[in-house]
């Protein structure tokens, strides 16, 4: 089993950062692949970031320019540093896990972009 645990959400001002975090546990492989999600009521999760074991990314069309994602393997987390934020980024924010053909999701974490 792998335990993802998210933080770092919360409110931020437009145009403001954040930096998100998901800590890993458990019996992942070095080889896993982690992402962010995110779904806002009423919308269909959608993919935010995604990083390789190799450090490869992927990020949204939407989000490119705004956004980094990062992973240091010796602590098992990935980070999403969200900058230049707008309110339509206000979101559950989803860690995820695929290693070993299974994918482990994280519980997420709110951000809120409001003036």
């Known amino acids: 089993q792998v335990q993802l645990v998210e933080s770092g959400g919360g409110l931020a001002q437009p145009g403001g950062s954040l930096k998100l975090s998901c800590a890993a546990s458990?019996?992942?492989?070095?080889?896993?692949?982690m992402g962010w999600y995110r779904q806002a009521p009423g919308k269909q999760r959608e993919l935010v970031a995604l990083i390789g074991s190799a450090g490869t990314t992927v990020i949204a069309d939407s989000l490119k320019g705004r956004l980094t994602i990062s992973r240091d393997n010796a602590k098992n987390t990935v980070y999403l540093e969200m900058n230049r934020l707008k309110p339509e980024d206000t979101a559950v924010y989803f860690c995820?896990?695929?290693?070993?053909?299974?994918?482990?999701w994280g519980q997420g974490t709110q951000v809120t972009v409001s003036s």
């Open positions: 458990g019996s992942l492989s070095s080889t896993a692949s």
């Open positions: 995820k896990c695929s290693t070993r053909g299974l994918q482990y």
